[in-house]
C-alpha cells in the first residue's frame, strides 16, 4: 500500500518533484496558490507522476497557515503587528541549490497582504533515501511579528489501516517501543524539558500504513525531528479522508518576536519510505545518519572501560591506574575516567557540589590529568573525561562568582534540580556559551593526548526566566538554549574535529538527530541491565544505528535493577552496540576476566560490520514470544553478524525458529559461534549454508547452554558470525 497523496491540478501549474533513488515526493506549485501535497512513497516514473488520479475530501496544503480556515489545524500561525491574526501564503515562484548531499528544492511564499514571506524547503539526498523538510520565515513588515505556531512540516497520510510506532520512557527505562492504531482525534507527542528531550518521548515516530507493523515487509514512513529542544509531533484525524502529521518545535510558552528583516529557520524534518517493513525505515535512518549527520561516522567506536559503576566518586589516582590495566589486560582500548575528579574549594565528593568548577581535586589525584594520561600510555590504552558544562551547583566557586549566569524566574528564587543543588546554566548568554567552549579547550589545549569526553546533562530547566534576555523576550528562553548550545558545540567541532564525544544526559536523554551532528555516540541508558537493554536497545534502533549507541558489560545484581544475569548474556546484549564496560575489574574474577578478553577480541573481528552494517531486526522481544532476534549484515552480503536471546525461562518450551534476512540467497555463508561457553560446539559450527536456506528456515538455537551443572544459568543467548565462502 503506497501514501498516495492526490488532488486536482490546474493546468498551468508546476508538479514538483523532490526524489531520492527510490522515494518520490510530488507537490503542486502554482503561482497565486498555495502549494499542496500530491504524492509521497516509492519513486515513481514520469507516466505516474501526470497520470496521478484525483482524490477528494482531503486538505493537502503542504505548509497550512491559520486564519482563513481556522477550523483546520495549522502549520504557521502569526500575529502581525497591526493584532491580525491570520496569514495567508501564495507561492511567488521557485527555486533549487545544491547543498552536501543532495539538491534543495524551494517553493516561496508571501503573504498577499502583508510583507511575510515563507521559503518552504524540500532536501532529496542523492545517495541515500531521506527527504528533509523546513520552513524559513522573514519577516518584512515595518514591525516585530509574533509566531505563535511555527512547524517545520506537515504530511498528510491516507486513512486506512495505519499503526504508529514511538517512543516512549523513562529515566533507566528509555527507548521503550510503543505501538498503536492511528484512531480519529488528536494524538501529541511532546517534550517541554527544555535540556534533553528524549527521556519521556523521542522526537521520531514511523507510520505503518497497512496494518501493524512488520519488520521486513509492509509499506512504512519514518520521521524524526532534527532537534535538540522542546518539541511537538501532532496527529490531527477529522472527519477528511486524511491524518495530518505535524512536527515541530513545541510552541508551549515560546512565542517567537521576528524582528523586521530577521529569519526563523526551523528544525528539519527528516523523512523517509520504505516497502520493506519497519527495518526497512530504520536502515534508512541508518545510512543517512551515519554518512551525514553522526560525527567521524567512518572511525570505528573505541571499546572502553567507564568508571562509573565501578567507583562512582570514589576517584583517586592508585583507583584508575588500575582501571586502565584492567581494561588494557582484557584488550580494551579507551579507559574514561567519570564524574567526581574535580572541585579546589569544594571538592566534588557527591552530586550536592563543584559543577562549574573544572580543576583537578589534587586530593585524588596529586599529579591531576597530566599523571593520569600518563599512566594510560603506559598501560597502552587512550584516555578520556566526564564533563557537565551546561551546569553548575549553589555550592560552587561558580555560582558565588556568576550567580546571574543560571536559568531563573525573574523576580524568584532559583530552582534547584539533581542533588538539592543543581542548576541549568544559561546557554543564551554569550558569556555562558564562552565559558561553556572554554571548558572543552582548556582541557584540549594542556591536555591535547584526551580521546574521548562524555558530556553529561543532569537537570531540566524546571523554572522559565532569563536574566540575558530581557524581559520583551522571556518567551525565547527555550529556543534561544538550544541555538547557544548548538553554537558552543560547533565550535568544537570546528576546532577539534576528530575528539570523540558522547551524548549523555542522564542516561539517554539526548538521543536525536538535533544533537548527534555534533558528537559520535549517545549513552543509551544508566539501566544497563541486560534483559532491559534488549528492549531498550530494539526501540532506540528504529532511528539510530548501532555505531552510535553505547552498550556496556556491568557487574550483577545490576545497580538499576538488581537483576542477576549471566555474564554470557550481560556480553552477548553489549556485543550488538558498540561495546564497553561499566564496571570494577578488581572483583571479577579471572575466568570472567579471560571470557571477557576473548568476547573484546571477537568483537574487533566483527565491529565493522556491527557499526557500518545493514540492521534486520527479526523477532521482537515486545512480541512476547519468549525470544528476541536481530542481524547486521555488511553491505556486500558477504559478512553478517546474528543475535539471539532468550528472554524467558521455563521448562517444556517450543520457540520458533528463527528465519534470518538481508542475506545473499545465492551465497553460501559458514557459521562460527562468537562468545561460546558451552563444552561442545553447536551442530552448526563450521558448516556452510546457502543464504537462500537461512532466510527461508534459519537455524535450529538451543533452549539451554551445555555447561558444568554448577554454571547454569537462566539465561541463553547466541552471537553467530556468518561468512560467505
Known sequence: ML?????????????MRVETKNMSMILDVENGKTPQYVYFGSRLNASDVNNVQVTANGRMDAYPAYGMNTPAEAALSVRHADGNVSTQLEVTGTATRSEKGGTVYVIKMKDPKYDLYVDLCYKAYSDV???EAWAEIKNQEKQKVTLTQYASAML????????????????????????EPLREGQHVIKNKDGVRNSHTDHAELMFSLDGKGRENSGAVIGAALCYGGNYRLKIDTDDTEYHYFFA????????????????FVTPRLALTYSNEGLSGASRNFHKWGRKYKLANPDTDRKILLNSWEGVYFDINEEGMDQMMGDIASMGGELFVMDDGWFGDKYPRKKDTSSLGDWVVDKNKLPNGIAGLLQNAKKHGV????????EMTNTVSELYEKHPDWVVKAPSRDVVTGRGGTQLVLDMSNPKVQDFVFKIVDDLMTNYPEIDYIKWDANMAIYNHGSQYLSMDDQSHLYIEYMRGLEKVCQRIRDKYPTLTIQACASGGGRANWGILPYFDEFWVSDNTDALQRIYMQWGTSYFFPAIAMASHISAVPNHTVFRTTSL????????????????????????EKEQCKKAIAEYKEIRPVVQRGDLYRLVSPYDHKGQASLMYVSESKDEAVFYWWKTEQFQNEHLQRVKMAGLDPNRSYTVHELDRIDKKEMYCEGKSYTGKYLMEHGLEMPYRHDVEYSKNTNWSSRVLRLKAN
Open 3 to 15: 501514501l498516495a497523496l492526490t488532488m486536482a491540478t490546474a493546468a498551468n501549474a508546476e508538479r
Open 129 to 131: 533515501d531521506m527527504i
Open 156 to 179: 498528510p497520510i491516507r486513512r486506512g489501516d495505519v499503526w504508529f510506532s514511538h517512543l516512549h520512557g523513562s529515566w533507566g527505562s528509555e527507548g521503550k517501543l510503543i505501538e
Open 248 to 263: 515541530g518545535i513545541n510552541e508551549d510558552n515560546s512565542e517567537y518576536h521576528l524582528k523586521k528583516g530577521e529569519t
Open 382 to 389: 587512550k584516555f578520556g573525561i566526564w564533563i557537565e558544562p
Open 568 to 591: 554470557k548474556m550481560r556480553i552477548d546484549v553489549a556485543m550488538s552496540g558498540r561495546l564497553g564496560m561499566e564496571i570494577q575489574p578488581k572483583n571479577m574474577t579471572d575466568e
